[in-house]
Nanobody
Framework: DVQLQASGGGMVQAGGSLRLSCVGS????????IGWFRQAPGKEREGVAC?????GSTYSVEGRFTISSDNAKNTVYLQMNSLKPEDTAVYYC??????????????????????WGQGTLVTVSS
């Protein structure tokens, strides 16, 4: 079965950086799209970025954030730079078979993703 483990969160000062990791098991990244989402207290879940390793497609709503993958490690990363207090949230990674997106990332939504990790907390202080 598809399993996802998110890690790398923590507390940083505004302007700092973090790299989140999502390690997958039970599936091949080439067959799936992986997305990063976040949810702040009292706010709706928000899509951040997604990637398809099979065709190299990426999508990000934040220019400060970059998504990438290492297929040999079955891992997807979210590099977050120039962090702001409003970036504070629990960050989740999620997976969906790429064919269910029609082999495109323009743009996926949280409802599209079928498997979710447990999340990692990012706190950015002012």
């Amino acid at each position: 079965d598809v399993q996802l483990q998110a890690s790398g969160g923590g507390m940083v000062q505004a302007g700092g950086s973090l790299r989140l990791s999502c390690v997958g098991s039970g599936f091949n990244l080439n067959d799936y799209a992986i997305g990063w989402f976040r949810q702040a207290p009292g706010k709706e879940r928000e899509g951040v970025a997604c990637i398809s390793s099979s065709d190299g497609s990426t999508y990000s709503v934040e220019g400060r954030f970059t998504i990438s993958s290492d297929n040999a490690k079955n891992t997807v990363y979210l590099q977050m730079n120039s962090l702001k207090p409003e970036d504070t949230a629990v960050y989740y990674c999620a997976a969906v078979p790429y064919y269910r997106l029609g082999y495109r990332l323009i743009p996926p939504t949280g409802a599209d993703f079928r498997s979710w990790g447990q999340g990692t907390l990012v706190t950015v202080s002012s």
